[in-house]
């Protein structure tokens, strides 16, 4: 089961619901946040839409500074508890972020439905950890 006392202001709640041909939709969902749900429609829409979400809220800090052509603005999240907890149609996980260095995110992904957990060093690590618990066509 997920870590869910403590810092769960680190826990992503990803919720797949549909993963074809390597393309993951679904939605994800943070704790400490007003809204219920962001819903994407790719792998890679997903990673943006939470690293954005992470430069807004500041933490975890990133190691290294972004660089983009956009300003980030952004804003402290309010609370951090009291969401009922979601599921995805396909798989449910649990990405607990410790930290973000070498311009990469590090921590660990437990996957609700196979009872499982491993670490990643890296957002590839964490891409290939996701396809293989979904059964995809990167393995």
Known sequence: MAKTSGEMYRNIWLCVDSYD????????Y???????SYGFASLAQFLLKVEQMLNEANFPQSFTAKRSFVPIVGYVAESIGGKKAETGAVGTFVIRLLFRQHSSWQGTLT?????????????????????????????
């Open 30 to 36: 943070h704790p400490g946040l007003e809204e219920t």
């Open 21 to 28: 041909q390597g393309v993951m939709t679904g939605r994800f």
């Open 111 to 139: 996957w609700l439905e196979g009872n499982g957990e491993q670490t990643f060093r890296s957002v590839l690590e964490l891409i290939l950890l996701l396809d293989s618990a979904l059964g995809g066509c990167l393995s």
